[in-house]
């Protein structure tokens, strides 16, 4: 398993997305691989899915796409989470890397 997977399809590919992440963090960072994860640290706490709206929010800013691109597929209630970017207009440097 790859932390980031790229998926062709016909116009545009999406970004599948093996994360782990690190709330209550002093400050927001993509900061590399966390085994076989990306670790994403985001200042939000881990509290009534604060944490999942503010890592979407933070991803979609990040790949200049609607905040409605970014999908937690799996992971919802733990640190561990599968998330799909639909056709993101950039690929910030860090993940770009993972390729």
Known sequence: MSAVSYINDEQQGDLLLFVYVQPKASRDQIIGLHGDELKI?????????????????????????????????????????QIKICHPKIIPAEIAALL
């Open 41 to 81: 640290a985001i200042t939000a706490p881990p509290i009534d899915g604060k944490a999942n709206a503010y890592l979407s929010k933070y991803l979609a800013k990040a790949c200049k796409v609607p905040k409605s691109q970014v999908h937690i597929l799996k992971g919802e209630q733990g640190r561990h989470k």
